[in-house]
């Protein structure tokens, strides 16, 4: 059985690409949060309390707010071969208490919904690369540093969602069909993702063979470059780490 420990945005976004995925097992929910309105939604159980939860399930997924992360495992019946898979953002390893379970990190996103969050994780734990795979690519990282680093991907991906949004405003600004433009943009972000992560050439051969001199994507390059890309994107890269490792230091 699957536990969520905190029923919030991402965790319904993860019981869904769970039910999606196919899987027979059952899922129980902590009873806060979302809960009445996902087990309406999908036939869930609620539990009457997060010791119920944690007694029934085999894997605990830890969704609750970073600051409450390990104050929330203490005082629960766990047992040797459970797995906490935490997908609280910023929460080393060290700031949990010392329980029999595993405890494994994950950083999923909300595209979990449709079982395409390529997802990070550590440590390599059969049990929860298992899980994770059915949301999406599941990728196992070498050490904890790696992972706070990789993290950095989910804000990334927000990022991506608006530059998505702003071409398809501008583009409908522009007279174009906006849900047409949306269809475009989007795919294009899909597209330029697979031709970096499916094809062996180095990513600035790939780049090198788009940017002809005196093309369009030149010249967008260019602008964008005078106005202060790639160093705002690289700056904003540096101020998610830093806030994550800081969250990490702190707890």
């Given amino acids: 059985m699957i536990g969520i420990l905190g029923v919030g945005h991402l965790a319904a976004a993860m019981i869904a690409g769970l039910i999606k995925s196919g899987g027979p097992e059952t899922i129980l929910l902590s009873p806060r949060g979302k809960s009445k309105a996902l087990a309406a939604r999908y036939g869930l159980v609620i539990c009457a309390d997060n010791r119920e939860l944690v007694e029934r399930s085999d894997i605990v997924i830890l969704a609750v707010r970073p600051a409450d992360a390990p104050a929330a495992l203490e005082g629960l019946p766990w047992r040797d071969g459970q797995i906490v898979l935490s997908v609280c953002a910023g929460v080393a390893l060290s700031k949990f208490p010392a329980i029999p379970a595993r405890i494994v990190r994950a950083m999923p996103m909300t595209a979990t919904e449709i ?14 690369r298992q899980l994770i795979a059915r949301l999406g690519p599941a990728i196992a990282l070498r050490s904890e540093d790696e992972f706070e680093i990789a993290t950095v991907n989910a804000a990334i991906y927000g990022w ?13 600004d ?4 906006r849900q047409m433009m949306r269809q475009l943009v989007a795919q294009t972000f899909v597209a330029a993702g697979r031709m970096m992560a499916e094809t062996a050439e180095p990513m600035e051969t790939i780049l090198k063979d788009l940017v002809t001199p005196g093309g369009i994507t030149e010249l967008g390059l260019t602008v964008l470059d005078q106005q202060g890309q790639p160093a705002a994107w690289q700056a904003a890269c540096e101020a998610v780490l830093a806030r994550l490792t800081a969250s990490a230091e702190r707890r």
């Fill in 115 to 128: 079982n395409a969050s390529p997802t990070v994780f550590y440590p390599d734990v059969a049990e929860a």
């Fill in 160 to 172: 991506a969602q608006e530059l998505i949004r702003q071409s398809v405003h501008w583009g409908g």
């Fill in 174 to 177: 522009h007279g174009a069909d």
